[in-house]
């Protein structure tokens, strides 16, 4: 970072007009969708992965695959279905002529890999992607291989009441920095969407960021100072989701079967740095960690059947929260 720019102040500065710039370059493609972009980008700057829910046709693949142009990231797309396999994703172990094991890399090897429709497949499966989530390499055969960076897993979701689909065990679903939830678009953005994909046009997306600029700006989104009151803020906000704990709120000891643990606490924190320099802000305020919260606790929270019998939200409930 220093020998780009001469302070952090200069790079916070470059991050937030790059930050813009792909907004742009973004919205040639994706229209309509200015939220979940900005938790995209944010996940990216973070060091975080993104899980994108919604039901099939909304853009969740395209979505991806623009990022990964817009941000020139090698980037391999999985397609989870019921028979996939672990070393499908990580690679496997062959036999050369030399009649010596070689091991061949999987798609996993990537900046950018899109697991689609990731609770397609068996948990089994779903487990492979554990390990390279959280520590960035895969084990085989008793051999460690580091992945390349930077490194994000961009999964898709079908709603679970679809059929054929298999709940994310909640130690992966923790992995996630963000459940990004994606929503029919409004009428006008889709008669946008209308003639924009049935013309004979296709838009070309522009390069704006490289790997090396990436981890420069994930290592200053670090770097930013971040006051007490909003650390404990952070803190406290997941504290009331721990139902039966000191702090826990009255609805959420009726209405919740478990709350956020401590990697909810880190990833607000994070997520509020990154959205401060995102909008030209140099420290993040309590206003940058409620900004992020939604998306960090809605798959932290469990509701128990009383919440359940009465139709109460996960949503509702963290929006109460904050």
């Known amino acids: 970072m220093s020998q780009k720019f001469s302070s952090d102040k200069e790079a916070a500065d470059a991050l937030a007009q790059s930050y813009r710039t792909l907004r742009q370059e973004i919205g040639k493609v994706i229209i309509g969708q200015d939220e979940v972009v900005r938790?995209?980008?944010t996940a990216v700057f973070s060091q975080g992965h993104a899980?994108?829910?919604g039901v099939p046709g909304l853009a969740k693949t395209l979505l991806v695959q623009t990022i990964s142009n817009a941000l020139d990231l090698s980037?391999?797309?999985?397609q989870f279905t019921p028979d996939l396999m672990p070393s499908d994703i990580v690679g496997s172990e062959t036999l050369n002529q030399q009649r010596e094991f070689h091991f061949v890399k999987g798609p996993i090897f990537a900046n950018i890999i899109l697991a689609d429709e990731i609770n397609r497949t068996p948990p089994k499966t779903q487990a492979a992607l554990l390990e390279a989530m959280q520590e960035h390499a895969v084990t085989v055969a008793g051999q460690r291989y580091q992945l390349p960076r930077p490194f994000f897993v961009l999964a898709t979701q079908n709603p679970i009441e679809q059929?054929?689909?298999y709940p994310l065990?909640?130690?992966q679903l923790d992995r996630f920095m963000f459940n990004i939830t994606l929503d029919y678009p409004s009428y006008e953005a889709e008669l946008q969407i209308v003639k924009n994909t049935t013309a004979d046009i296709r838009p070309t997306v522009q390069k704006i960021l490289h790997a090396d600029e990436i981890e420069a700006f994930q290592h200053l989104v670090r770097r930013v100072p971040v006051t007490d009151n909003v650390i404990e803020y952070a803190v406290g906000l997941v504290h009331k989701t721990r139902p039966g704990g000191p702090r826990a709120t009255q609805r959420a000891t009726q209405l919740l079967e478990w709350g956020a643990g401590p990697r909810a606490s880190q990833h607000l924190i994070v997520?509020?740095?990154c959205n401060a320099l995102l909008n030209g802000k140099y420290s993040p305020d309590i206003e940058d960690v409620r900004a992020v919260a939604p998306a960090i606790l809605r798959h932290r929270i469990v509701r128990n059947f009383k919440a359940e019998a009465e139709g109460?939200?996960?949503d509702q409930l963290v929006q109460e929260l904050l």
């Not at 980037?75 to 999985?78: A, C, E, K, P, S």
Request: glycine share 10%; proline share 5%; no cysteine.
């Open 39 to 41: 938790l995209m980008l």
């Open 51 to 53: 899980l994108l829910v």
């Open 75 to 78: 980037f391999n797309r999985i």
């Open 163 to 165: 059929e054929g689909t």
């Open 169 to 171: 065990p909640e130690a």
């Open 271 to 273: 997520g509020a740095k």
């Open 312 to 314: 109460v939200s996960v």
